[in-house]
Each structure stands twice: as structure tokens, then as C-alpha cells.
């Protein structure tokens, strides 16, 4: 359906927020709000591409004023849980969770009087950024209440990627959440799987893990659309990591045919 003009061009951390293009940050986060909103009230199911997380900001309040009951999924490498002031770069995709659901700030409901997403309508699965979030002394999921689902690294080395899917959605579910939105950043791949990433890590989740976590997630009733983010295409030299995902996107979202397993 084309691109949506938004923009994070601001390199400053703003005054005021301590978050860097926060201006740009509000500006384009009500574009993708409004875009967001206006397909979810036509019925549809979104695949939106681009950008960094701080997509989440508009995507989720956007679906959230259509159904404000539903809940988030991130399969991520990252909690994405800093604070404006301990980010290290300040980035909103640093801290678009922390955004999201702390009721007192600018981007939580984007001005509406709908409240802040419940911490306990959200799902992590796949974050191994526990060493960098100690270390710029950001609070932790497990440590914060009510308290969200979580299936980071040290989990899935017990449990396979589908047990975290379902496990994730029973969670929302007993959390009174209608349905979720699913957001997918790659650097949850490994490096040697997904080298175009802007911050690589140790660990993470294989192509073929990542596709049972997706398939059992966007075959659930209750799957309201899917974000992807992060993919760099200026790390892609011959552009076949990006040719990899369109396939591996393409071979997910597809129906499943009589000859799958189960």
C-alpha cells in the first residue's frame, strides 16, 4: 500500500524527554497511528515494514484505538526496555516498550485518554541484551510488575521456540487480552544468520526457530497483524540476506497446505 512519509532526522537528544529526534519521534509516530488504525477498523490484517522499533509507538496505540484490549508480542533480541536516561544513544528503539506502557508520558496513548498498555499484555521472546541492561543500570522485565511474559536466551535453552509461542499466548490471554500484534525485529537471529544488523549480539534464535515461533503465531485467532523491523540494507552486500527474508517471510505467512505436518 506504499510507504508512509515519516522521518527520524533530528540527531539531537531533546532537552526536555532526553530522547533523541523526540519531535520527529511524535510527529511520525501519529502518521503511523492513523494508518494503522484506519486498516485495523477496515478489517484488515497489516504487514507493516521498516524502520527501527519505534514503529511499535503508532502501530500499537493505532490498533489499541480500534481494540483496546489487544496485546504485543516482540520477538526480539532485545527487551527494548531502557529509560530516556539510560539508553545509551537515546534512540526510541532503545526504549519503545518503556514508552509504551509508562502511563505519565508523551507517547504511551499519543493523547488520547486511553490508558498505557498493561506490562502484562506484553511478551518477550528471545531478548539476550541482559548484560548491557544491568550494565546501564535499566530495570528488567522480571523485575518490574505486573509482570509480562518472558521467554528470553537463558529460557529457550530449555524450551523449544513453539512451546514460547503458545505459551506466550496463553499468557496474554489470561492477562484479558483480545488478540496481539506481532512485532519481529531480526537481531533476535543470530549473527551468522542475520549479519545486517546495526547491533549484532552473541547467541540467538536460528531461521528455523524463528519460523516455528512465526508460524504459530500468525495461525493463532487471535494474530492482528505484524510488524518487521531493522533489516539493514546498507550491511547487505549483493542483498541476500534481504532476498532470504522475503523468502522465509513469504514461506510463513502462507497457508499451510494438507502435506505439513502438523
Not at 509516530?29 to 478489517?43: E, F, K, N, P, W
Not at 493463532?220 to 510488524?227: A, E, I, L, N, V
Request: some cysteine; aromatic content about 4%; overall charge negative.
Amino acid at each position: 500500500m506504499g510507504n508512509l512519509q515519516v522521518t527520524l532526522a533530528d540527531p539531537r537528544r531533546h532537552p526536555v524527554t532526553n530522547i533523541t529526534a523526540s519531535d520527529d519521534l511524535l510527529a511520525a509516530s501519529r502518521v503511523i497511528c492513523g494508518a494503522t488504525y484506519d486498516l485495523a477498523r477496515r478489517g484488515m490484517t497489516p504487514l507493516i515494514v521498516g524502520g527501527d522499533c519505534s514503529i511499535l509507538i503508532g502501530i500499537v496505540n493505532g490498533l489499541r484505538r480500534h481494540d483496546p484490549d489487544v496485546g504485543l508480542i516482540t520477538v526480539d533480541g532485545h527487551f527494548d526496555m531502557h529509560t530516556p536516561l539510560t539508553s545509551p544513544s537515546g534512540d526510541a528503539a532503545d526504549m519503545e516498550i518503556t514508552l509504551l506502557t509508562d502511563p505519565t508520558g508523551p507517547f504511551a496513548t499519543l493523547g488520547t485518554d486511553m490508558p498505557a498498555l498493561a506490562l502484562n499484555r506484553v511478551a518477550f521472546i528471545g531478548p539476550r541484551d541482559h548484560d548491557e541492561m544491568n550494565k546501564m543500570g535499566s530495570p528488567l522485565p522480571h523485575e518490574i510488575s505486573p509482570r509480562p511474559f518472558i521467554a528470553d536466551a537463558p529460557a529457550l535453552a530449555h524450551i523449544t521456540a513453539t512451546d514460547a509461542a503458545e505459551s506466550a499466548i496463553e499468557h496474554l490471554r489470561g492477562a484479558g487480552a483480545k488478540g496481539f500484534w506481532l512485532h519481529i525485529d531480526l537481531d533476535v537471529l543470530s549473527t551468522e544468520d542475520m549479519p545486517a544488523v546495526d547491533f549484532p549480539q552473541p547467541g540467538g534464535l536460528s531461521w528455523a526457530e524463528l519460523s516455528e515461533t512465526t508460524r504459530v503465531l500468525v495461525r493463532d485467532p487471535g494474530f492482528r497483524g505484524m510488524s518487521i523491523a531493522i533489516l539493514n540494507p546498507n550491511l547487505d552486500q549483493g542483498g541476500t540476506v534481504s532476498m532470504r527474508t522475503a523468502t522465509w517471510l513469504n514461506t510463513v505467512l502462507s497457508k499451510p497446505s494438507y502435506t505439513e505436518n502438523p
